[in-house]
């Protein structure tokens, strides 16, 4: 319903799991746990979810250099490597940058999560005509995805086409 209200920027989502037991420990096992082993199986995943898309770009949700220093890889990067390494298809790590280094989402209301994220991301890439996927861990609210297409369709992008592993849905 509040994609038909407000349409976001993104196309389309593409998930594989629901973000609950076991799957979301898993993740949280990457993300802090600095368990990589898992992002090629979970690229994998992603690559069969999103191999019916006509896509010419691969980019990787960012991090702020701040937390990217903190965790030392960008879990979205690994998760991404195994879709362009396997469709043939660029990754270009810096035409999205995460330029704010906003509250963590995952402690803010969801009427904050948006406002959160305004002016957080900034693209310096013509990305006239491109047909994009951006790959996520994990989708809550959808406010990352909608301020990073927000930008990504600013600069010109023709289709934008989210992949994450996992979906937080409402009950």
């Known amino acids: ?56 770009m691969i980019l990787a949700m960012p991090l ?3 937390r990217l220093r903190e965790r030392g890889f960008n879990q979205a990067m690994e ?6 390494q396997a469709r043939g298809i660029a990754l270009h790590p810096q035409a999205l940058q995460r330029v704010l280094a906003t509250a963590a989402q995952a ?18 890439h013509d990305l006239r005509g491109r047909r994009i996927l951006l790959v996520d861990d ?13 930008v990504l369709r600013l600069h010109g992008a023709q289709e934008i086409h989210i992949a994450v592993v996992a979906r937080a849905l409402k009950p």
């Open 1 to 56: 319903g509040t994609c038909l209200h407000t349409p976001p920027a993104f196309d389309s989502t593409r998930g594989l799991f629901r973000y609950e037991f076991p799957v979301d420990r898993i993740i949280q096992a990457l993300k802090y746990g600095h368990q990589l082993a898992f992002a090629p199986w979970m690229g994998q995943g992603l690559l069969a979810a999103t191999e019916s898309l006509s896509i010419d």
């Open 138 to 150: 994990v989708m809550t609210s959808g406010a990352t995805a909608r301020e990073a297409a927000r």
């Open 64 to 66: 702020h250099p701040t």
């Open 79 to 84: 998760l991404a490597r195994p879709i362009a």
């Open 107 to 124: 402690g803010l209301q969801l009427k904050l999560r948006h406002s959160n994220l305004r002016g957080a991301f900034a693209c310096d």
